[in-house]
Every structure is written in C-alpha cells, then in structure tokens.
C-alpha cells in the first residue's frame, strides 16, 4: 500500500517570503501521480500542482513550484512570495496509474501560517 | 462553474436517527466516486469507492451497513449513515474521477454533527 508522509505539522512564514513544505511516499509502482491540496478554513479542497511521475520536469503553478525527487519519494512544495491568502492546511497526496484506481492517498496535512 | 455539487452542506441530527448525504457530478458522467472523511484537524481518510451499478468498495475498518453508499446513476452517488452516533460526527467529502488521469473534483464536503 501506498504511503505519503508529511513531516511538518506546522509551518509560517513572513509574508513576501519563501517558504517549502515537505512530502515523502512510499510506492512500488513505477506510474502515479502527485498533487498538493489547500483546504482553507471553508475546508474546500483546492488543487495547487499536479506532478506526474514520468515527468522529469518540475512542476510549476505561478507562485508554486515542487521539487520532484523520484529516486528520493519527495515531492516538496515551494511557495514564492507568500501572500495572506496562503494561509491554509496542504495536504500531499497520491494516486496511482492504473486505470480504474483513481482514489487519492493524503498525508497528515501541514498548516502553514502567513506572518504579516 | 463547480464540477460536483455535494448536499447538504452541513446537518445536525438526533442519535439514531439516519442522515444521507448526496454527491453530484455536473459536468461528466462518473462511473467512480470517492467518499472521504475528515476528523477536526486530520487528513481526509477513504471510506469507500462508489462505482456505478455495483457494491461499493470499502475500505478496512468501515462499517457497510452502517454507511450505505448507493451509486444508481453516473451523476449521483449517496452516502447514508444509518443509526447515527455522536461519534460519527465528522465532516464528509465527495471527489469524482474522470477516467484519464485529471485531478479528482471534490464536493464542498458535508458537516454532520450527531447530538
């Protein structure tokens, strides 16, 4: 079975600031994919980047960017210039390849703070 | 537009009593739902998967008979709590797949409280 692993509870940042969040798995297979969710307080979840795992290249969504390490099981999330509106719960999560296994795999979740 | 329209939004029900929860997919025809839920300040944890025009797939450690998981039509897929306990309170989540590798549409998730 599939684990993803997120390592940080808790996390803030100065607003226009930088800051990563952290996200390993475990996985057998060779196909899959991998996204970062925000739930802000309305609990609403909101796709941020999307990674497939036979992409060599880092995805990239404006202010957010990843840093995809296959060998590794690391998939981190880097937010640039931190704005208020960051403020929310990421989640890490993973989904298989195979046709007809479409159900995601969440890690714990960070909550991530903006300091003004 | 939203993708999955997921009521309702929040209920509050007596212990014993059932509660259903409805998923809606809009825009697709989905042939597989997902049901997820959430205890305050924890990740979201798959119930079940709902395919259409068949039993549900279960996840270890959830009760069938006590979530009943009907998914009759391509766009509808219902989540009954039969029997509900204030330990079932939690808030409950809905995503949709297509079958060509997207992101899951999530429904705007349910409160359900049981007093």
């Known amino acids: 079975a599939q684990t993803v692993t997120q390592s940080q509870p808790e996390m803030s940042v100065q607003e226009a600031e930088t800051v990563t969040l952290s996200c390993t798995y475990d996985?057998?297979?060779?196909?899959?994919?991998l996204f970062w969710y925000k739930q802000p307080p309305s609990r609403q979840m909101i796709l941020v980047i999307r990674q497939e795992a036979y992409k060599q290249q880092n995805a990239t969504e404006n202010r957010f960017s990843v840093n995809f390490q296959k060998a590794a099981k690391s998939f981190s999330l880097k937010i640039s210039d931190s704005q208020l509106g960051d403020a929310a719960m990421y989640f890490c999560a993973y989904r298989s390849g195979d046709f007809g296994n479409e159900k995601l795999t969440f890690g714990t979740g960070t909550r991530l703070t903006i300091i003004p | 537009g939203a993708v999955v329209s997921q009521h309702p939004s929040w209920v509050i029900c007596k212990s014993g009593t059932s509660v259903k929860i409805e998923c809606r997919s809009l825009d697709f025809q989905a042939t597989t739902m997902f049901w997820y839920r959430q205890f305050p300040k924890q990740s979201l944890m798959l119930m079940a998967t709902?395919?259409?025009?068949?039993?549900?797939?279960?996840e270890q450690g959830v009760e069938k008979d006590k979530f009943l998981i009907n998914h009759a039509s391509l766009t509808l897929s219902t989540l009954t709590v039969t029997s509900a306990h204030p330990e079932d309170s939690s808030f409950y989540i809905c995503?949709?797949?297509?079958?060509?590798?997207?992101?899951?549409?999530f429904g705007n998730g349910t409160r359900l409280t049981v007093t």
């Open positions: 995503s949709v797949a297509r079958n060509d590798g997207s992101p899951l549409h």
């Open positions: 996985t057998s297979e060779s196909d899959y994919y």
């Open positions: 709902s395919n259409e025009g068949s039993k549900a797939t279960y």
